[in-house]
């Protein structure tokens, strides 16, 4: 089947939007908004009988002092990854951004390939021969997503980094950790986790942990604590603007799809996320806790009470977003990953992100632009 693709309003994507049970929240309109250093624009795929049947947002970034574009569509788009046309779903889409400018365009398929169970990765973890967890036998492997990564291939797509690569330094994470809610209720899902993890949530409550939900007016001190945990672990924080910017793009877009959560002891903020949601999906992001009191177990009380509340909103998936395909080395990812573990959750390893160079000359420079400011 041919596709129509063209330019769509903000009120046909989000239609679109609704309709689908999990889209990432890097495919709505407002993270256009959010994403102020891009151009960005909506487009939607339409078949013969006129209707919507995928959606994209893509952004647009010129390299400098050239009026060409990296089109990037970012944990999209949103198409029938399992159709056996697939070029009638991209190439459209290829033409179409061509004649914008692109000279490159990358996309991240959200198509799950390996998935590995709290067990098999403390298995991974207590394995001194084991560095990567692609070494590691999944609990569950889709042979489609093979397929489909030897179509692209077919089509002239190329993968952004080789399978089971380290992707910290790419622009979306190739792996995730998750906790599927499902259909099952709250008590189930607070059932699968471990011991130790429950353990230390009580722990919090009786020493008299508070977790709050804030507004606007508390981004500051979210940031704070953001910017704190940023400089102890070496990184660049983004600045509060971004945040505000954020909060404004997506709670104008739905009232719901954006929160902040601090944990606080003894009238102190001692951690705090934010939390995104699109449809049934829910994501835990930008967790900032830089001087978390072991003795207290604050990240423990925010954790509980954040899945608590994605459970009550119908979510069907908790999102912890990004860890690295590495079971070996850093502490710190290992003591983040082995936290969260303890919610019951898995590893999950997406099909990556995938690079339609339009201009060889062009591509090869974004490489060395990406190079030059570590990625």
């Given at each position: 089947?041919?596709?129509?693709?063209?330019?769509?309003?903000?009120?046909?994507?989000?239609?679109?939007?609704?309709?689908?049970?999990?889209?990432?929240?890097?495919?709505?309109?407002?993270?256009?908004?959010?994403?102020?250093?891009?151009?960005?624009?909506?487009?939607?795929?339409?078949?013969?009988?006129?209707?919507?049947?995928?959606?994209?947002?893509?952004?647009?970034?010129?390299?400098?002092?050239?009026?060409?574009?990296?089109?990037?569509?970012?944990?999209?788009?949103?198409?029938?990854?399992?159709?056996?046309?697939?070029?009638?779903?991209?190439?459209?889409?290829?033409?179409?951004?061509?004649?914008?400018?692109?000279?490159?365009?990358?996309?991240?398929?959200?198509?799950?390939?390996?998935?590995?169970?709290?067990?098999?990765?403390?298995?991974?973890?207590?394995?001194?021969?084991?560095?990567?967890?692609?070494?590691?036998?999944?609990?569950?492997?889709?042979?489609?997503?093979?397929?489909?990564?030897?179509?692209?291939?077919?089509?002239?797509?190329?993968?952004?980094?080789?399978?089971?690569?380290?992707?910290?330094?790419?622009?979306?994470?190739?792996?995730?950790?998750?906790?599927?809610?499902?259909?099952?209720?709250?008590?189930?899902?607070?059932?699968?986790?471990?011991?130790?993890?429950?353990?230390?949530?009580?722990?919090?409550?009786?020493?008299?942990?508070?977790?709050?939900?804030?507004?606007?007016?508390?981004?500051?001190?979210?940031?704070?604590?953001?910017?704190?945990?940023?400089?102890?672990?070496?990184?660049?924080?983004?600045?509060?603007?971004?945040?505000?910017?954020?909060?404004?793009?997506?709670?104008?877009?739905?009232?719901?799809?954006?929160?902040?959560?601090?944990?606080?002891?003894?009238?102190?903020?001692?951690?705090?996320?934010?939390?995104?949601?699109?449809?049934?999906?829910?994501?835990?992001?930008?967790?900032?806790?830089?001087?978390?009191?072991?003795?207290?177990?604050?990240?423990?009380a925010l954790q509980w009470r954040m899945m608590s509340d994605a459970h009550e909103m119908g979510a069907t998936l908790?999102?912890?977003?990004?860890?690295?395909?590495?079971?070996?080395?850093?502490?710190?990812?290992?003591?983040?990953?082995?936290?969260?573990?303890?919610?019951?959750?898995?590893?999950?390893?997406?099909?990556?992100?995938?690079?339609?160079?339009?201009?060889?000359?062009?591509?090869?420079?974004?490489?060395?632009?990406?190079?030059?400011?570590?990625?």
């Amino acid at each position: 089947m041919k596709y129509l693709l063209r330019a769509i309003t903000r009120e046909e994507h989000l239609s679109f939007v609704a309709g689908q049970s999990s889209v990432s929240h890097l495919q709505i309109p407002s993270w256009g908004e959010v994403k102020s250093d891009w151009r960005s624009a909506s487009l939607g795929w339409f078949d013969e009988h006129g209707r919507l049947v995928g959606a994209a947002l893509v952004l647009l970034r010129a390299l400098p002092k050239v009026r060409r574009y990296l089109a990037y569509l970012p944990e999209g788009p949103v198409v029938d990854w399992a159709s056996e046309d697939l070029g009638d779903w991209l190439s459209p889409m290829v033409e179409y951004l061509r004649d914008l400018g692109a000279f490159t365009v990358r996309m991240g398929p959200p198509v799950i390939a390996r998935r590995w169970d709290a067990a098999a990765v403390r298995g991974a973890l207590g394995d001194p021969e084991v560095r990567w967890l692609r070494e590691v036998p999944p609990s569950e492997e889709d042979p489609a997503a093979r397929e489909l990564a030897e179509r692209l291939h077919r089509l002239g797509w190329r993968p952004v980094t080789a399978e089971g690569e380290d992707s910290a330094a790419v622009n979306q994470p190739r792996y995730v950790f998750q906790v599927p809610f499902g259909d099952r209720p709250l008590r189930e899902v607070q059932a699968g986790y471990s011991p130790e993890w429950r353990r230390n949530a009580k722990k919090a409550w009786r020493a008299g942990v508070e977790v709050v939900r804030g507004g606007y007016e508390d981004l500051a001190a979210f940031h704070r604590l953001y910017a704190e945990a940023a400089d102890r672990d070496g990184l660049i924080p983004r600045p509060l603007s971004y945040f505000q910017r954020m909060w404004i793009a997506l709670r104008n877009e739905h009232p719901d799809r954006m929160r902040v959560y601090f944990s606080r002891f003894e009238g102190e903020d001692q951690a705090a996320a934010l939390m995104l949601a699109v449809g049934e999906h829910v994501w835990h992001a930008y967790g900032a806790a830089p001087h978390t009191r072991a003795d207290v177990c604050p990240d423990h009380a925010l954790q509980w009470r954040m899945m608590s509340d994605a459970h009550e909103m119908g979510a069907t998936l908790y999102d912890l977003r990004g860890i690295t395909g590495s079971v070996a080395g850093d502490e710190q990812h290992l003591a983040l990953l082995r936290h969260r573990l303890g919610t019951g959750g898995e590893a999950v390893e997406y099909l990556g992100e995938w690079d339609f160079p339009l201009s060889k000359v062009l591509h090869k420079a974004l490489d060395l632009y990406i190079a030059h400011r570590g990625g």
